[in-house]
T-cell receptor
């Protein structure tokens, strides 16, 4: 298995809703990432998990809450989002840790729309 | 931290012509330089990469060159095809990935 699987593919949520994005990989990668991407812009790093521990939090608002239950799974819990949070949310993994010289494997993303 | 600049932001070429995208970086500690292709509505996909101990790497119609002294690297696509149309991102890595700003490539049939 050489893929990163993200669910759901599309999500529409109201500003008072609570939802979760899920990401799974079975490549034995030890680093997993959440990125946010607006149209035609580069991905913006949100969180990095290295060996299941949160190692980087790029000053992301607390309405985004990451969780890494085990080495294969990564969740992003969403609560009280704003319309400007609408974007493509990408999960990625890499074999190494934060100091990495390996390419990322990206999931296909969750297209999130906040109404 | 690292600063990666990418040029041009948009590029249109005729089918069969070559396309070149250039990136510069600021952190001399960066040692790995991947390139990603992202088609509309899809995930970024790694298409080629180069490490700091190599000056050039080629994979069929795609090549990447690296000049460590000048801190710049380039993506070269030869014999372009319409399916090459996409947004291309360069990246430089030291402690983290730093993406370039992206180049929207259009190949005109």
């Amino acid at each position: 298995d050489t893929e990163v699987t993200q669910t759901p593919k599309h999500l529409v949520m109201g500003m008072t809703n609570k939802k979760s994005l899920k990401c799974e990989q079975h490549m034995g990668h030890r680093a997993m990432y959440w990125y946010k991407q607006k149209a035609k812009k580069p991905p913006e790093l949100m969180f990095v998990y290295s060996y299941e521990k949160l190692s980087i939090n790029e000053s992301v608002p607390s309405r985004f809450s990451p969780e890494c239950p085990n080495s294969s799974l990564l969740n992003l819990h969403l609560h009280a989002l704003q319309p400007e949070d609408s974007a493509l949310y990408l999960c990625a993994s890499s074999p190494g840790t934060v100091v990495t010289n390996y390419g990322y494997t990206f999931g296909s993303g969750t297209r999130l729309t906040v109404v | 931290g690292e600063n990666v600049e990418q040029h041009p932001s948009t590029l249109s070429v005729q089918e069969g012509d070559s396309a070149v995208i250039k990136c510069t970086y600021s952190d001399s500690a960066s040692n790995y330089f991947p390139w990603y292709k992202q088609e509309l509505g899809k995930r970024p996909q790694l298409i080629i990469d180069i490490r700091s101990n190599v000056g050039e790497k080629k994979d069929q119609r795609i090549a990447v060159t690296l000049n460590k002294t000048a801190k710049h690297f380039s993506l070269h696509i030869t014999e372009t095809q319409p399916e090459d149309s996409a947004v291309y991102f360069c990246a430089a890595t030291g402690n983290q990935f730093y993406f370039g700003t992206g180049t929207s490539l259009t190949v005109i049939p």
